[in-house]
């Protein structure tokens, strides 16, 4: 209640633009030769179209597009998808002030001359990213249709030297303090992501203080830790994706073993429970294919002890394996059963942990 009334105020116009912190504190290493502070697909076409240079972070795609979300101009996002939350400067100020970054916004950790430079309206930010995510490899040990038509296993010379680049950029951040592992591919799978969790040392990254695992969780288990360490060590954040409350479904959607992930899922609360994970969420793309599945998802989640059950909308990606998107998607109005769905998440909305972004 008082969050929402929170956010009521803080949506005001009066506090002039709002802010997305992404841009100023957030960047992507993939090797690619674009700034990224977020997902690609959230980006519109012609923000791809800007001059980039050749050093990302302060390169003039980076100055430009932060120029623009200081004033309050998002013509470069695609906002319709983009879920990051928006605030107006002085709320990230007082943010700053007392030093509560990391429970508002706990993927955004601004330097102090960061927000200071921001707070002045300049774009170059003084100091390096402090919130990185590590992709560009996709390779993974599934091939579910609401993010690819098809099993990637291998890459080609293009890949490979694209993450030789990566490699060699992240070397350059070791002063992060947040680290996030994948989103396009599974990092417990791909040979290149696995060299590197060996590397999340505190030796090697001397401030990392939160290392997340975006995971489809059918490697990540006990002998897989060990055969990763001593990075996977570091490893305290895990994201599962499932998709799926039961075998049946899962079958249909991810095609993998659930028994399997089951165990390892147990495995995982276990380490939550035992203090070794700061937390442990799980999470659920919807559709038509497996709606039906959400409550026992969210039984699932509970029997788990899981920290959060999050539900999200099925986003339009290039190369899924989903050629009838307006028909899975439920989220959008003029779906047929759009009101059944509709109802249905509203329902679960008020079952204790769970996150709806799925509406
Ligand atoms: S797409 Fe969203 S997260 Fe990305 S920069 Fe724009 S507003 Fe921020």
Not at 32 to 53: I, Q, R, V
Request: proline share 6%; charged share 25%; hydrophobic share 40%.
């Amino acid at each position: 209640m008082i969050i929402r009334f929170l956010k009521w105020i803080l949506s005001w116009r009066i506090w002039g633009p709002k802010i997305c912190a992404y841009p100023f504190s957030r960047m992507e290493i993939s090797g690619k030769d674009f700034f990224l502070s977020c997902c690609a697909d959230w980006m519109a076409p012609s923000y791809y179209k800007l001059e980039k240079g050749l050093k990302p972070w302060n390169g003039p795609q980076a100055l430009e597009l932060r120029k623009k979300i200081l004033n309050g101009d998002y013509s470069y996002c695609q906002t319709s998808i983009c879920q990051v939350p928006r605030y107006p400067l002085f709320f990230l100020k007082l943010l700053g002030l007392f030093d509560l970054f990391s429970k508002v916004l706990p993927n955004t950790p601004l330097s102090k001359n960061n927000l200071k430079a921001m707070s002045n309206g300049e774009s170059e930010m003084p100091d390096s990213p402090k919130s990185l995510v590590i992709q560009g490899d996709f390779r993974c040990n599934l091939d579910c249709p609401s993010c690819r038509s098809q099993l990637i296993t291998t890459l080609d010379a293009s890949a490979e030297k694209q993450l030789e680049r990566a490699s060699s950029d992240l070397l350059k951040y070791q002063d992060a303090e947040i680290i996030q592992l994948a989103g396009d591919g599974e990092p417990f799978f791909s040979s290149w992501h696995r060299e590197q969790i060996k590397n999340f040392t505190p030796q090697n990254y001397p401030h990392l203080k939160k290392l997340i695992l975006y995971t489809n969780g059918l490697l990540v288990d006990s002998e897989n830790f060990q055969l990763l360490s001593p990075g996977s060590k570091m490893i305290n954040n895990i994201i599962v994706s499932i998709d799926a409350g039961d075998e049946a479904t899962y079958k249909r959607v991810r095609r993998g073993d659930w028994q399997r992930l089951l165990r390892n899922l147990k495995w995982m609360s276990e380490l939550r429970q035992k203090g070794v994970l700061e937390s442990f969420r799980i999470c659920f793309v919807a559709r038509k294919e497996n709606y039906n599945s959400m409550s026992a998802f969210v039984d699932l989640g509970h029997s788990l002890k899981v920290d959060q059950i999050i539900f999200r909308q099925l986003v339009p990606w290039q190369g899924m394996g989903i050629s009838n998107y307006s028909e899975e998607a439920l989220h959008l109005p003029e779906n047929p059963l759009h009101p059944r769905y509709r109802e249905l998440c509203l329902q679960l909305a008020r079952r204790s942990k769970v996150v709806m972004r799925a509406l």
